[in-house]
């Protein structure tokens, strides 16, 4: 079988927005190709310039796009990742402390809140959507 090598025809449909309490944290600009489907993210941090659109990372084709958030009673820090049931993620917050996180099935991580409060919420389910990861917040919610 032959195939065709798909180029990406790559396209902004929307953004991902993280608040601490209301207040702006991070942005992730979600892109999808017009072709395959296939999402792709890319952090924007406050306060940076728009990165160019090129150079996308590709996840596992078995995997989603998913905002891993990190939260402390000061700050929230915002990163973007592919995930997949089963998948650890290494993840070390801005105090040092350094954490093991295993998606479950049903695409969350297990809770490990102390200090810092950490969640998993999956990019297709919050376009253009608020994420509110404020420390209390997240406690509450539970
Ligand atoms: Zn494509
Ligand atoms: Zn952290």
Request: aromatic share 8%.
């Amino acid at each position: 079988m032959s195939e065709q090598k798909h180029e990406h025809e790559i396209v902004m449909i929307g953004m991902v927005n993280v608040n601490r309490d209301n207040y702006l944290q991070g942005t992730v600009d979600v892109w999808r190709c017009r072709g395959c489907k296939k999402l792709f993210c890319d952090d924007r941090r406050y306060g940076e310039p728009l990165k160019p659109g090129v150079g996308f990372e590709e996840i596992g084709e078995d995997e989603q796009w998913a905002i891993l958030t990190c939260t402390n009673i000061k700050e929230v820090f915002v990163l973007s990742l592919g995930v997949k049931p089963g998948k650890k993620i290494l993840h070390t917050c801005k105090n040092g402390t350094a954490h093991e996180f295993v998606v479950k099935d049903d695409w969350t991580i297990a809770r490990d809140d102390g200090e810092t409060v950490h969640r998993l919420f999956l990019v297709k389910d919050n376009v253009n959507k608020v994420i509110e990861a404020g420390f209390y917040k997240l406690r509450m919610l539970g």
